[in-house]
């Protein structure tokens, strides 16, 4: 009983002090040590798959050359693995997972887009209609929102049962580099 003196201490969290309370002491970081990939790479596009297996596509290696490895992490094992190849190689990619579980990996303009189904492996799209250098934003009906291609003010969708690419907004600015959050 904390009322009983005679109880001893009983520790009951954070207590005040002149009107502020004292937080608990901030626990340490912990770092994760993994396994390291099959080569180093930059510039790459890395999605979370629905199996809880992490997709590793493009991005340089070897200096600037283009990295024409996939390769597959799984966490359970804290293992790395080749990928199945894809049609296309290319850097400074990105890629999301869309609301079905296939991953949407783009790069630049002249490049397709590449869906990646883990049963069935790599399928290209159309090619990006601008320069990307921003964020990709699966959206709940399966397409992507794409902000920030190659300082653009357009913000455009991405339909994956279409293979088409439509103009969604204007920014007043043109944007590169670019992030998106979902507010919800």
């Known amino acids: 009983d904390a009322s009983d003196p005679d109880a001893g201490e009983i520790d009951v969290g954070p207590r005040l002090d002149s009107g502020c309370v004292q937080a608990a002491p901030p626990a340490e970081p912990q770092l994760l040590e993994l396994t390291m990939p099959g080569r180093p790479r930059t510039h790459h596009a890395a999605v979370r798959l629905q199996d809880g297996r992490v997709l590793l596509a493009g991005g340089f ?6 990295d024409p490895d996939v390769e597959l992490f799984d966490p359970e ?46 399928t290209t799209t159309a090619s990006t209609p601008e320069a990307f250098a921003g964020a990709l934003f699966p959206l709940p009906d ?18 994956p049962n279409a293979d088409a690419w439509s103009v969604f ?9 670019t992030n998106a959050v979902d507010l919800r």
């Open 142 to 159: 399966g397409r992507v929102l794409t902000v920030g291609l190659d300082n653009s003010s357009d913000v455009y969708l991405y339909d």
């Open 61 to 66: 290696s070897d200096g600037l050359r283009f």
């Open 77 to 122: 094992t804290d293992r790395f693995s080749v990928g199945p190849d894809r049609p296309a190689g290319f850097a400074f990619a990105v890629g999301t997972r869309l609301s079905d579980g296939r991953a949407f990996v783009l790069s630049t303009q002249e490049q397709p887009s590449l869906l990646y189904e883990p049963d069935t492996g790599w």
């Open 169 to 177: 907004a204007t920014l007043s600015q043109p944007r590169s580099g």
